[in-house]
């Protein structure tokens, strides 16, 4: 088999494939959660080489189709793409606590919200925004569910290269002396 289609041509295991990638961070996440207006297939093209293709079924009835120019792994990266804020949305916050930043700002941006939650289904994320005057930003990091079967110090050193304190001004000293947050991460 080719390195782009390791696995045959059958859609299905490379749907399943990359259903499982998906739950390594989102682990709670369904296949009946996953977007019903996309589908998928691979199909052979004219000039006779394999290609991954992706199907968009508007309410309309139209349906948009797009070879994806990928590999396996683009192929894994995109489907995760299109359905991750979907499986998001269906895990809510439940409770969260806040982590001062010895520093806040570099330059005019400034850190304005960094927080880690708990969420409905199980697993945590960590939520940060910054922002000046006139723009900002916010992005959440959901921690895999592995990292929190290291040692507290292990743990930081994994968590510290999902979210790297430089862009965010959270020190692993800011971490390790957050009030709460050892206890709230279950350690």
Known sequence: MSKKF???????VYLDKAFDKMKETFFWAAKEMLRKEWTYAIEKQ??????????YHWDSGKVDR???N???????HHFIGV???TVVGKNPVK???????????????????????KHELGGYSAYVQAGNRSAGGSR??????TYFKLPWAEFLDKYLELVPPGPF?????????????KEFLGY
Request: proline letters at 6%; one cysteine or more.
């Open 169 to 181: 001004y959270v020190s692993r000293e800011d971490l390790e002396n957050a009030p709460g947050l």
């Open 95 to 117: 409770e969260s606590i806040n982590v001062p930043a010895t520093r806040s700002c570099s330059g005019d941006w400034y850190l304005e919200i960094y927080r880690i939650q």
């Open 140 to 145: 959440t990091f959901f921690i895999p569910q």
């Open 46 to 55: 004219e000039n006779g080489r394999y290609a991954y293709v992706s199907y």
């Open 83 to 85: 359905n991750e804020w």
């Open 6 to 12: 390791p696995y045959g041509y059958d859609i299905s």
């Open 66 to 68: 797009d070879v994806l």
């Open 70 to 76: 990928c590999d396996f792994e683009g192929f894994v």
